[in-house]
DNA sequence: ACATAGACCTGTTGGC
DNA sequence: TGCCAACAGGTCTATG
């Protein structure tokens, strides 16, 4: 479910409560979520310290005392319930609904931290995963080894979109979603940067290279900052103001401009056309089919703009 | 090399 | 109200 903008701030939200504690009980009440806990997962964390906590592309690492890694994946439906010392209620993190006393049937892992509060991972689902590793392997471990750049990182630049896209004939949308090349985006933002980047999500990655495409290159990389950085705003934002009763985190709050608006008229003023849905490499895309003809002309086009010059002649 | 489909597993939502 | 189908933020594998 969440992407890396949720995924930063379940991150910030632990953090808190975990870095500088001791794990000092760990209970792991199933043997596998998307694939099996190691077999020593609680042995590894009890009675050890948590050192901080960072994140990459869509992963939580955990860097324990003594030169482990514990990895924390949310799938889909995983979510961090935040039980604090006295006892009141639950601070949940990952998630856009919140039940007080809600259905436990799905804590897959309890942290009991030096202090005295709790930290409940809950994934109904159980596309979620988590993994204890030595430091050292972090680089070859299966899940992170491959990922590709962090997009709010140095580097993501209009030269590193030139140098990946360049010869792909994927779409633009499977391109942006890969994260062997760009970690951390998945449909929901790609569906926004695309939207607001105003490029077709089904024209070829491979027309933003060359030089006259160095523009859109440039909107792209700027967007791409931009949708990411709203998002962890609006998710810091509620990590602030929970205190109430209860706050739920995730895209909740998060109004999308072109995501799940099927139907709805097109945000950009004057457009006038209506969002569109289609499912593409399985999942859904929405897009505006008036002004996203960036690079290739979704289904109608009616005259050329500044994002959709591309510099071969073949228009196909 | 790459594109697509299916699998994983459960919960929620919308239509009839 | 009840039932069923479609759909959901993510990966990973197998198949063309």
Redesign the pocket.
Known sequence: ???LP?VETVMRGLAPVMAGRRLMRVEQRRADL?FPFPADFVQRLEGRRVEGLRRR???ILADIEGGAVLLM?L???GRFTISAPGGAGGRQLG???YEVGG?E??DHVVFHIEGGATVTYND????GAMDVFPAADADEH??LG?LGIEPLGPDLTSAFIEREAR?????LK?FL?D?RIIA?????YVCEVLYRTELSPFAS?GRLAGRAMAPVREKLVAEIRAVLGEAIEAGGSTLRDYKQADGAL???QHSFRIYGREGDPCATPGCGSSVR?K?Q????TFYCPTCQRGTRPTPRAVSGEAASVTPAAGRR
């Open positions: 479910m969440p992407e949720e998307r592309a869509k992963y994946h799938g889909m439906s998630e856009f609904t259905d049937s799905h109904a689902r159980r596309f299966p899940l491959g010869g792909r004939r994927s779409d499977a979603l994260q951390g985006l998945g449909n929901i990655a995730g895209y909740f849905r499912v490499g399985g999942r859904s």
